[in-house]
């Protein structure tokens, strides 16, 4: 589960970081590493699935016409005298990953809490476990609402365990970079649902998970455990100095 969620976390990277290449050389190895990460993630998945780790999405049942949005309605969610429209497949795929991704994040953050030797660091990691249990919540409450029920295996239990598997350097960037991609699929999911009030609350979760993420970088600042990227020449130095 810790190999798939971070492939995950590989390809959208590799696939912004390529957006961004002019270079030849450049742009051949994040297509290397984007061939790489999808065999692996492709493998991970096959894996829990055989094993029966990993849960499905819920089925619906496939249309047999193609129909077209001829109401404004179909977006309404906040009008109390309006009954709200069930959910389709987009909506729901982006609830199920939403539960999927935030449970095994809280169950290596879980794992994190209780081995980090930094006692800051430790509470931060407890703090992310609740946001986690939170956008759990939420996105369970919007599926039962529409009569569909999920629960989401982790895969694996937290053991009592107080031995770091990696140093809190380690471990804080490995939740930065979760924070990130937690960022960029709630982005996704806003856009791509079209009920106004499951917008609004992937909205609000994703304020949160932004200034969580922010406090995460703050930390390892603190801790002199976040490499600068290189800067763009300070023109306003450059001229004053001369």
């Not at 002019?22 to 065999?39: A, P, S, W």
């Not at 009954?83 to 909506?91: G, Y």
């Not at 365990?161 to 490995?174: G, I, K, N, T």
């Not at 490499?227 to 023109?235: C, G, K």
């Amino acid at each position: 589960m810790f190999v798939r969620i971070l492939k995950e976390v590989s390809m959208g990277m590799y696939t912004i970081n390529m957006n961004m290449a002019y270079h030849d050389d450049v742009i051949r190895l994040y297509e290397g590493l984007t061939t790489v990460t999808q065999k692996i993630y492709k493998l991970a998945t096959q894996y829990l699935l055989k094993k029966g780790i990993l849960v499905p999405p819920p089925k619906v049942t496939m249309p047999k016409t193609i129909e077209f949005i001829n109401s404004k309605q179909y977006m309404g969610g906040f009008n109390p005298f309006n009954s709200k429209r069930t959910l389709n497949d987009i909506e729901l795929g982006c609830l199920h990953h939403g539960i999927e991704t935030n449970n095994i994040g809280m169950q290596l953050i879980s794992g994190f809490a209780q081995s980090a030797q930094n006692k800051e660091v430790r509470k931060y990691f407890e703090k992310g476990k609740d946001l986690a249990k939170k956008q759990i919540k939420i996105f369970q409450e919007l599926l039962l609402d529409n009569d569909i029920h999920f629960s989401a295996t982790a895969g694996s239990t937290v053991t009592n365990s107080q031995v770091a598997p990696f140093s809190d350097r380690l471990m804080m960037c490995c939740i930065t970079f979760l924070n990130g991609f937690s960022m960029v699929g709630n982005s996704f999911g806003t856009f791509f649902t079209l009920r106004n009030d499951i917008s609004l609350k992937i909205t609000l979760l994703a304020k949160d998970i932004y200034f969580y993420g922010q406090e995460g970088i703050e930390i390892m600042i603190k801790h002199g455990w976040f490499e600068e990227p290189p800067q763009t020449e300070d023109r306003h130095q450059l001229i004053n100095n001369t």
